[in-house]
């Protein structure tokens, strides 16, 4: 079609449809509202979230986390699976600022896209208010993005931000681990939202279909499998465990990320031999030829939450939890040069 320089432009004839914007703020309100706590003033549509802590806290400090979902999000498109990812974006960010110890208080998403589709954008949402309710925080606002010509037909991406609050005296900061301490973890659903430009190529290498039966269901069910939300249970052994330390298990898996919490002086002795990693990740390391050692640097192999208590509490952390938590390691003096070891 000829461009005629007198012919009146729209916004919506530049790729811009504010009318499908507003259809999908009218689909998500109740979405919204059942996150809802009583701390938020605001309902959804106006320019920022209010939120009020009231006398909840006697010395807060506010923890904030932002994050993504990566290239799981291809996966999630190619398999038409849009539910779910909202789920992994609420879990990277409050998942990460549990660490400290820290009440997820609050939730915002941002949606980017080039084109609209509302069914799509109401199914991730609708995933991100599920991840919110699975956390116990306010889904308080967010923004959904219309750029056309950044991002092709069917395409978007996601970013999320937390915002939670713990008392001053209840930091969880890694400060008090010592000798003494052992590394509890707790199940991941699969590989949660990372090392996924890897499993892409895995499944380029291998050509195995996402439709493929796979341990029960299907390969691409056990891919997308939503991250795991650590709230409920973390929050749940707070006051009744000595927690001296936590760590997600995201990229950088095992080798990279229990040590960030670790004090200088000490390291960590893991045993993998202590827990049965999920299928996906032996189906992973075979199809891809990957190395051991790039498997516990890329994946979280089953372990996505551990915990780093004095060894005569972690017994105590299965009862409470009513699920399995192997000790999967030890802290021990050590110099810089080996600050984590694997015994196999």
């Keep these: 079609m000829s461009d005629d320089n007198n012919t009146s432009l729209s916004y919506r004839d530049s790729g811009v449809d504010i009318d499908a914007g507003n259809a999908l703020v009218e689909r998500i309100k109740p979405l919204v509202a059942a996150t809802r706590r009583a701390e938020v003033l605001t309902g959804l549509g106006g320019f920022g979230g209010l939120f009020h802590l009231g006398q909840r806290y006697r010395d807060p400090v506010l923890v904030s986390g932002t994050d993504g979902v990566g290239t799981k999000l291809l996966l999630a498109r190619q398999a038409a699976q849009h539910d779910t990812i909202g789920i992994d974006l609420v879990a990277m960010c409050v998942n990460d600022i549990l660490v400290c110890g820290a009440e997820p208080l609050f939730f915002l ?44 037909a069917g395409e978007y991406d996601l970013a999320g931000f937390a915002v939670g609050a713990v008392e001053r005296d209840g930091l969880i ?104 990693a999920p299928a ?45 938590a192997p000790v999967i390691g030890w802290v021990r003096r050590c110099d810089d040069r080996e600050r984590v070891i694997f015994t196999a």
């Excluded at 991100?128 to 306010?138: F, M, S, T």
């Excluded at 050509?207 to 493929?212: N, Q, R, V």
């Excluded at 056990?222 to 997600?248: C, E, F, K, N, W």
């Excluded at 004090?263 to 202590?274: A, L």
């Design 173 to 276: 900061d890694g400060r008090l681990i010592d000798e003494d301490c052992v590394l509890v973890g707790l199940a991941a659903s699969g590989p949660h939202s990372n090392g996924y430009s890897l499993i892409r190529r895995v499944l380029e290498r291998s050509k195995a279909s996402l439709d493929a039966p796979f341990d029960g269901s299907s390969l691409g069910e056990a891919l997308l499998s939503p991250t795991r939300i650590y709230v409920d249970a973390v929050r749940r052994l707070i006051g009744q465990i000595d927690l001296r330390g936590m760590a997600h298990i995201t990229g950088g898996g095992l080798t990279e990320n229990i040590i960030r919490v670790v004090p200088d002086g000490f390291g960590i002795e893991i045993d993998p031999g202590r827990w049965q």
């Design 109 to 152: 998403d941002y949606f980017a896209c080039g084109k609209l589709e509302v069914d799509a954008a109401a199914a991730v949402v609708s995933g991100v208010a599920e991840g919110c309710r699975q956390a116990g925080c306010a889904l308080i606002g967010g923004e959904t993005a219309e750029m056309p010509g950044m991002y092709g």
């Design 280 to 324: 996906v990740f032996d189906w992973l390391a075979r199809a891809g030829n990957i190395e051991p050692a790039e498997m516990r640097r890329t994946f979280n192999l089953g372990i996505g939450f551990v915990l780093v208590c004095p060894q005569s509490d972690a017994p105590r952390i299965g009862e409470l939890l009513g699920e399995p």
